[in-house]
């Protein structure tokens, strides 16, 4: 549940059973330049801008921040503004990812009135295996719209095309069916159900992981031959 940019899955070097790890410096590296991700602010898509929060962010992010419906299947619990002023000091301030176990969360914002309408964030798991996951929160207001699947797309471009991992996930409650046809209309593969994964919030909750790799992203934005 990726909605705050935390790890959803263990780093290297952690000590978890894996693949990684093993051996004291027997693995190859996967090939490759160090993964980093200096965006140039904002980003736009069709009919939003994506750029960083900042502390005139803070009443629309307490508009929907604070809701308990918003905050029910995400690991935060609703925000007051002291919660927002201390992760926009904090965690959210980072514009750009250098390593992994950074993370990025960008504001969503209405282009045509600058409205702030949700958030989205890009997390860097791992350097070695270039995978990363994404998440995303909107403001019920504003759902509805197809905003948060323009947002992530947008989040999935920075991910392949600037950052350049080879795997991405969303990690979902299976309870959470807005999210589930969300990671579906952005073309990410069902791949796990993991049943009772997470004592989340009073109780088991079964989690979803989507998947995209690097290929399927090719595919789906190769350009159609020119007809002769
Ligand atoms: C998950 C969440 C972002 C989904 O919001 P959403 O409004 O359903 O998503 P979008 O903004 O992409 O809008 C998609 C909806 O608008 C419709 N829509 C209308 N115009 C559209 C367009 N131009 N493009 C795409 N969809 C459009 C779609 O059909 C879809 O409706 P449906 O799901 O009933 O079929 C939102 O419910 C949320 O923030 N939840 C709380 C936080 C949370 O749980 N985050 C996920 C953690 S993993």
């Not at 029910?72 to 927002?84: Q, T």
């Not at 992760?87 to 990812?97: G, K, N, P, S, V």
């Not at 593969?189 to 009772?196: F, N, P, T, V």
Request: with cysteine; glycine share 8%.
């Amino acid at each position: 549940m990726p909605s705050d940019v935390p790890p959803a899955e263990p780093q290297d070097g952690d000590g978890t059973p894996g693949h990684e790890g093993g051996d004291a410096g027997a693995a190859p590296v996967a090939p490759g330049p160090p993964l980093e991700l200096r965006p140039h602010f904002p980003i736009r898509t069709s009919r939003l801008l994506l750029r960083p929060l900042t502390a005139a962010d803070t009443d629309e992010l307490l508009e929907y921040r604070s809701l308990p419906e918003v905050c029910r299947y995400v690991p935060f619990l609703p925000m007051d503004r002291a919660a927002v002023a201390e992760r926009l000091a904090d965690a959210w301030a980072r514009t750009e990812i250098t390593g992994e176990g950074q993370g990025l969360i960008l504001g969503v914002q209405l282009a045509e009135t600058g409205r702030l309408v949700g958030d989205v964030n890009l997390f860097l798991h791992s350097q070695e295996h270039r995978s990363a996951e994404v998440g995303w929160v909107l403001s019920p207001q504003h759902s509805g719209h197809g905003y948060a699947t323009e947002a992530a797309h947008a989040i999935l471009h920075l991910a392949f095309d600037d950052l350049k991992v080879h795997r991405v996930i969303a990690r979902v409650d299976a309870r959470n069916l807005a999210s589930v046809r969300l990671a579906q209309r952005l073309g990410m593969r069902r791949e796990a159900l993991l049943l009772e994964n997470e004592w989340f919030k009073g109780g088991w909750s079964d989690e979803i992981d989507f998947a995209l790799l690097e290929s399927e992203w090719a595919t789906q934005h190769r350009e159609p031959a020119a007809t002769p």
